[in-house]
């Protein structure tokens, strides 16, 4: 599976959207990227995936660039409850290889 | 539905000991995985399971570490003997067959301590 690039934390107000960068320059044409987050003293849990289309569903959005070296996870309107480690993994769906986490980000919501 | 079930929610215990978690996947889900973490590794894949099978235990750290699923519902990773490197948070989680990442579900974790 390829490497991820995050940066270490970010901040982002109450209400505002928080836009959290991944470099995965290495992707190959059959991986996908999914982000993951944790909340303190919680498992992991899934958010959203995609392969090159940009992708929506009710927690997040997915931008992709067009040369699939890096991806954006848009959180569109951040609350507290979104302040988490966030998790991006490349990796080909559905197949038999062993998983890492990388360290991922640290987004702190504020007031 | 209750999601996965882990037991214990916390366990501490003395160097030497054997530690047994505990942890029940969701029903009709058909994958099952141990992980673990520690803020110096992060989250590591230990093993997972299909349809009971273990299909790759090539996370597990040692021969110290064991896992079992004797059937659909339940499954069982033992630390015999027990090490204070061993202490971290162990998660459990499960998925259906398909697209195996989107879909893994993750317990509330057993955190370990052993002294």
């Known amino acids: 599976d390829a490497k991820t690039t995050q940066p270490t934390s970010m901040d982002c107000a109450e209400g505002r959207a928080a836009n959290l960068p991944c470099n995965h320059s290495t992707i190959s044409g059959n991986e996908y990227v999914y982000w993951y987050r944790q909340i303190h003293s919680q498992g992991p849990q899934y958010i959203i995936h995609g392969l090159k289309n940009n992708e929506t569903n009710e927690m997040a959005s997915l931008i992709i660039t067009e040369d699939r070296k890096s991806s954006t996870l848009i959180l569109p309107h951040a609350t507290l409850r979104d302040t988490a480690v966030y998790y991006c993994?490349?990796?080909?769906?559905?197949?038999?290889?062993?998983?890492?986490f990388g360290t991922g980000t640290r987004l702190q919501v504020t007031l | 539905d209750a999601g996965v079930i882990q037991s214990p929610r916390h366990e501490v215990t003395e160097m030497g000991q054997e530690v047994t978690l505990r942890c029940k996947p969701i029903s009709g889900h058909d994958y099952l995985f141990w992980y673990r973490q520690t803020m110096m590794r992060g989250l590591e894949l230990l093993i997972y399971f299909n349809n009971n099978v273990p299909i790759d235990d090539s996370g597990m750290p040692e021969d110290r570490f064991s896992a079992k699923m004797p059937n659909a519902s339940f499954s069982t990773l033992k630390i015999q003997p027990s090490e204070p490197r061993d202490s971290a948070v162990y998660f459990c989680?499960?998925?259906?067959?398909?697209?195996?990442?989107?879909?893994?579900?993750f317990g509330p974790g057993t955190r370990l301590l052993v002294l």
């Open positions: 989680a499960s998925s259906l067959a398909r697209g195996w990442l989107e879909t893994q579900y």
């Open positions: 993994i490349v990796r080909v769906t559905g197949t038999a290889s062993k998983l890492t």
